[in-house]
T-cell receptor, first 112, second 114 residues
Framework: DQQVKQNSPSLSVQEGRISILNCDYT??????FLWYKKYPAEGPTFLIS???IKDKNEDGRFTVFLNKSAKHLSLHIVPSQPGDSAVYFC???????????WGAGTKLIIKP | GAVVSQHPSWVICKSGTSVKIECRSL??????MFWYRQFPKQSLMLMAT?????????EQGVEKDKFLINHASLTLSTLTVTSAHPEDSSFYIC??????????FGEGSRLTVL
C-alpha cells in the first residue's frame, strides 16, 4: 500500500526555468510534510517543510504548496540551477512521531 | 544545522562476517535515531527506530537478529549487520531527531559484501 506517490521518476528542466515536483498521498492523518534532496552516495538533506495547517511555505527559491482536499503537494524551484540536479523525496509524517513515510523520489536534471 | 556523522562511509567485507556502522549526533542529543536502507533507484526504507536506553523497534520484515541496533547514549547509535551476505549489500543511512519536524541525516554508509 503506497501511501506516498511521486509519479514522475525523473524530470528534466532547462536552467533558469521553474521545476515543479509533485507528490500525492493517501493518508489523511499526515500532519507535516517534508521535502528532502539527495545526491548519489550521500544522505538526504532537509530542504523545506509545510504543516498541514498551511497551504504554502516559501524559502528562497523553494516553495511548497499543499492541497489537503486533493491530498497533493508540490515543490516549486525557481529559477532552477545546475546544483539543483538531485533526487527529491517527499516525506510526510503522521502523529508527529517523525517517522517519515518516503515517496519513491523524483530525479531532477537541470540542463544548462 | 545539526550534524550527524556516520562511520565508516564505505566498507567491504567477506560473506559471513559482521560489520558495525556508527551513527553519531555531533552537536545535539538524539533520543531517537532512525536507520534506513536504500536500494539502487528505490526510496529509503525505514528499518528500525532506535531509542536511547531501550530496545529498537523494527519495521515489519526486518530481521532484528540480523540487524542489531544499539543506542547506548544520546549521541551514538550503532547498526551491526551480523553474518553479512551479498544480498545485504546496500546503502545504510541513519538520522537523528532534533526539534519538532526536524530530522538530520548522516552521510550514509555503503556496505559491499563479497
Amino acid at each position: 500500500d503506497q501511501q506516498v506517490k511521486q509519479n514522475s521518476p525523473s524530470l528534466s528542466v532547462q536552467e533558469g526555468r521553474i521545476s515543479i515536483l509533485n507528490c500525492d498521498y493517501t493518508n489523511s492523518m499526515f500532519d507535516y510534510f517534508l521535502w528532502y534532496k539527495k545526491y548519489p552516495a550521500e544522505g538526504p538533506t532537509f530542504l523545506i517543510s509545510i504543516s498541514s495547517i498551511k497551504d504554502k511555505n516559501e524559502d528562497g527559491r523553494f516553495t511548497v504548496f499543499l492541497n489537503k482536499s486533493a491530498k497533493h503537494l508540490s515543490l516549486h524551484i525557481v529559477p532552477s540551477q545546475p546544483g539543483d540536479s538531485a533526487v527529491y523525496f517527499c516525506a510526510p509524517t503522521r502523529d508527529s512521531n517523525y517517522q517519515l513515510i518516503w515517496g519513491a523520489g523524483t530525479k531532477l536534471i537541470i540542463k544548462p | 544545522g545539526a550534524v550527524v556523522s556516520q562511520h565508516p562511509s564505505w566498507v567491504i567485507c567477506k560473506s559471513g562476517t559482521s560489520v558495525k556502522i556508527e551513527c553519531r549526533s555531533l552537536d545535539f542529543q538524539a533520543t531517537t535515531m532512525f536507520w534506513y536502507r536504500q536500494f539502487p533507484k528505490q526510496s529509503l526504507m525505514l528499518m528500525a527506530t532506535s531509542n536511547e536506553g531501550s530496545k529498537a523497534t523494527y519495521e515489519q520484515g526486518v530481521e532484528k537478529d540480523k540487524f542489531l541496533i544499539n543506542h547506548a547514549s544520546l549521541t551514538l547509535s550503532t547498526l551491526t549487520v551480523t553474518s553479512a551476505h551479498p544480498e545485504d549489500s546496500s546503502f545504510y543511512i541513519c538520522s537523528g531527531r532534533g526539534g519538532p519536524g526536524e530530522l538530520f541525516f548522516g552521510e550514509g554508509s555503503r556496505l559491499t559484501v563479497l
